[in-house]
């Protein structure tokens, strides 16, 4: 018995020993998730304010160019071949930040072509889906703002917010959690009042074309992350740079013909080349910001993104004059902070959020 004893205090202090090292490790695991938390909603502001930027920048520079002299100019078709274009940059872009970082031109080709799907035809197929896709919303999304000031085809189009998250719960698996719902809620209320406005007097055809570009950036954005899953850096600019050559060679066909038979005009010496420069290049800071957003964090944050946009746009057409703001304008303008402040809430970081099925 005597000698059974030291045996016993010796299996009490190793059990003592596992449980402190069980503690301490869920402990580091807490912490890690903690950290990993701050960073992703850090990250996820800078995110969405890089998005609603360069979307209200952007949609400004293009709804100036259009306007500027529409008895010349006249080429959404041509406006989108042009800015999409500039996504061939991207990949070189990342190469020359990975030199500098040291790494070599096949390393880096090597992690990144994955994206592609690990063949020519399998790569081909994937960029022209998203290049569809990409085409068909953006080109109603210019071709809407002939027909409605950039704050009214933003307000609209943002209700991809409400398709992105439906979508994402289809095919992304997400699991459904009340504060993205009253997100959208909340987004979609946004923007059924600013809709509402009286100072709205939109052509069914442009509401018609903003509503079809929200559902195709929706779908954009969430087979993106379906079909990419979480790209690198690499893999995204990659990608990127092949849609944008992809874009080079096919979208010159329709833009070619759409000029040719006069359903879109341009004169090549009236050309508003600063606003289409200022349109591309930040249109490009928008893609690269969606595509990356994506791949990092979530299609509903960048939907977010694009719904901050709406009252940046709507302050900038007030300042230019084309719309006043109204009560409305002013209530539609805080439901979509709401909705912007339901998705990027860290509620990970807050215990009761956890417990409760929130995070």
């Not at 301490?24 to 807490?30: F, G, L």
């Not at 992105?164 to 009340?178: G, H, N, R, T």
């Amino acid at each position: 018995m005597e000698e059974e004893l030291p045996e016993t205090e010796s299996l009490l202090r190793s059990r003592r020993m596992e449980e402190r090292k069980s503690l301490r490790e869920s402990i580091d695991e807490e912490q890690d998730e903690i950290r990993i938390s701050k960073r992703t909603f850090l990250i996820s502001l800078i995110v969405i304010f890089g998005v609603a930027v360069s979307f209200t920048a952007s949609s400004q520079f293009s709804k100036y160019a259009l306007d500027i002299d529409s008895e010349s100019f006249n080429a959404p078709y041509f406006m989108l071949w042009f800015s999409t274009t500039w996504m061939i940059t991207c990949f070189p872009v990342f190469l020359i930040y990975n030199l500098i970082r040291g790494s070599g031109f096949k390393e880096s080709l090597k992690h990144s072509a994955p994206v592609l799907g690990g063949s020519w035809l399998w790569g081909f197929l994937r960029v022209l889906l998203f290049l569809v896709l990409w085409s068909g919303s953006n080109y109603s999304y210019t071709k809407a703002l002939t027909f409605v000031s950039s704050s009214i085809a933003a307000s609209i189009s943002s209700c991809n917010a409400a398709f992105v998250w439906v979508l994402a719960m289809i095919l992304l698996k997400d699991k459904f959690v009340i504060p993205k719902l009253l997100a959208v809620i909340f987004a979609i209320g946004g923007v059924v009042l600013i809709s509402l406005d009286d100072q709205i007097n939109a052509p069914w055809l442009g509401i018609v074309l903003a509503l079809a570009s929200a559902i195709l950036a929706a779908l954009y954005k969430v087979l993106f992350k379906y079909v990419l899953g979480d790209a690198s850096l690499g893999q995204v600019s990659l990608f990127l740079s092949c849609l944008g050559l992809l874009n080079l060679i096919l979208n010159a066909i329709p833009t070619f013909l759409l000029i040719f038979f006069g359903a879109e005009y341009l004169n090549v010496a009236t050309v508003p080349w600063a606003a289409l420069v200022g349109s591309a290049a930040l249109g490009l800071l928008f893609n690269f910001l969606i595509a990356f957003g994506i791949a990092l964090l979530h299609p509903l944050v960048i939907a977010v993104g694009m719904l901050v946009g709406i009252p940046m746009n709507t302050v900038v057409d007030i300042v230019l004059g084309q719309v006043s703001a109204t009560l409305l304008f002013i209530l539609g303008s805080v439901c979509i902070v709401v909705s912007f402040v339901l998705v990027v809430f860290p509620y990970s970081l807050v215990p009761i959020c956890r417990r409760i099925g929130f995070a």
